[in-house]
């Protein structure tokens, strides 16, 4: 019985037999299942690939980002903005800041 069944199956007979349709209905639903499953780890590598491309871009921007602030905060300081106005001719006050003091009438 059982290797009756084999060689209808390496023969090919089982396809063109009377029940048949079963068969045929089995053997579309694993083809289409099949489709199903290689379509989605297509997409699944696909994701993962997208991920990995994104990870590098925030790397990336981050590493911008901390470049763009030291070069601000070097720019701030006030030794470098003294440097930057010399040329122009202005220099920091050598007398210190006096207050003023404003009084209202009632």
């Given at each position: ?26 053997i ?29 871009e ?6 911008a ?42």
């Open positions: 019985m059982v290797k009756k069944k084999i060689n209808s199956v390496l023969k090919g007979t089982f396809l063109i037999s009377d029940d048949s349709f079963k068969n045929w209905r089995m579309i639903f694993l083809s289409i299942l099949a489709i199903v499953m290689i379509a989605s780890s297509h997409s699944a590598d696909r994701k993962v690939y997208e991920i990995a491309r994104l990870s590098e925030v790397k990336e921007y981050r590493s980002f901390i470049d763009g602030r030291s070069i601000l905060m070097n720019l701030k300081k006030e030794s470098t903005i003294q440097k930057k106005l010399a040329y122009k001719g202005v220099f920091p006050s050598e007398e210190p800041p006096k207050k003023i003091k404003v009084t209202t009438k009632e």
